[in-house]
């Protein structure tokens, strides 16, 4: 099995590649914890191994030594990450050159200056933001009828191209802005909110407005870089003007960078992170309920459903939680059974903050080319849930929500058949199978 040691800086998007194809395939990677950008990769030791200085950068077990975030994390990968078949290994390249090409140079012109790691331009501004829609249009087509880039699993086609266009999900895209590429969202948060991701990226949060473009952050930038280069420059002269032996130690440990924009990006972003609102509870000011939801979670979980239907009932309060049929509004479009599988548990990962105070069981009806996605929901509240939070709204808005009267004799009979799995759907189909949300 590979392993080895890889050296970058904190929150490199690049270097985040290879830590989560390592999450999948097992891969023993050590980061170094010693490493220091701006000395350490300007070292004579570092640059014996990578005589460009860049990294991420990455020291096999044996002393093989790999530059480029793209081979790195092709080498720490599984056969299922890099494509089992050559059609799908030529696939996987493909995509992660649509990545570097498409989507990279766009990203860094249109994040970098809003971080004040680059000077603003607006008209090289607007240029990315059009080649940055002409990117996300080509790959929301492709993930129409598609869970994944590349076959029907996850491969490193997806943990690249995702990672590449983290900075823009995370500083960019706003709800408006990523409301066109509703495919493209689904398809990323199904990536990113894959445990192996999470415990590399941590819980990402999408963004909730555009960064604004502040001239004193460049200004602050520059004013950094001018300390650097005026450091090395005393550095040099102290070297060729030899002092007296106790001056000496005085001669600065900081080499400037001539391109510090990736220093400088690890530092605003970390900025950045820390400075972002803490994550609040959309249901924490609702009134308190007599309905323990995680107690009928486990119930129903351990009891048959003659026993937890009715359980249901005996302890719901209609006055606190509502009840809601979902229909998906493009059953026309759905072919084969597991990708409709698929959907419903990429959508379920997306809304995994809103457990606590949801319950869902979903449906699939009929057969291949020929199948239905319905469901009823329980959760906190009388209103549609997921304007509470924009990490839920990526998946909503492709279904039809009705809110159903509890005391209804239509209702209880849904939520039995939908609790229980068993009968048709409003066309006939027989059920196939289901899956809940709790």
Known sequence: MASGILYTYPENFRAYKALIAAQFSGTQIKVAQDFVFGETNKSEAFLKKFPLGKVPAFETCDGTYIAESNAIAYYVANEQLRGKTDIERSLVIQWLGFADSEILPASCAWVFPLLGIMPYHKQTVEHAKEDINKALTALNSHLLTRTYLVGERLTLADICVAMTLLHLYQYILEPELRKPYQNVNRWFQTVIYQPESIAVIGAFKLADKTIEYDPKK?????????????????????????????????????????????????????????????????????????????????????????????????????????????????????????????????????????????????????????????????????????????????????????????????????????????????????????????
């Open 218 to 438: 460049f200004a602050e930038t520059q004013g950094k870089s001018s300390k650097k280069e005026k450091k090395e420059k005393e550095s040099k002269k102290e070297a060729k003007e030899p002092k007296e032996p106790k001056e000496s130690k005085k001669e600065s440990k900081v080499v400037a960078d001539k391109t510090p924009a990736v220093e400088d990006e690890a530092d605003a972003t970390e900025e950045a992170l820390a400075a972002e609102p803490k994550k609040t509870n959309p249901f924490a000011s609702m009134p308190k309920s007599s309905f323990d939801l995680d107690d009928f979670k486990r119930f129903y979980s351990n009891e048959d459903e003659s026993k937890s239907i009715p359980y249901f009932w005996q302890k719901f309060d209609s006055e606190n939680y509502s009840i809601w049929l979902s229909e998906y509004k493009y059953n026309n479009e759905l072919t084969k059974v597991f990708m409709s599988c698929n959907l419903i548990s990429g959508m379920y990962q997306r809304l995994d903050s809103l457990r606590k105070g949801a319950f869902a069981s979903a449906c699939i009806f009929g057969k291949d080319n020929d199948n239905t996605i319905s469901g009823i929901w329980v959760w906190r509240g009388q209103d549609l849930v997921f304007t509470l939070s924009p990490d839920w709204q990526v998946d909503y808005e492709s279904y039809n929500w009705t809110k159903l009267d509890p005391s209804k004799e239509e209702t209880k009979e849904l939520v039995k058949q939908y609790f229980s799995w068993t009968g048709t759907d409003k066309g006939g189909r027989k059920f196939n199978q289901g899956k809940v949300f709790k």
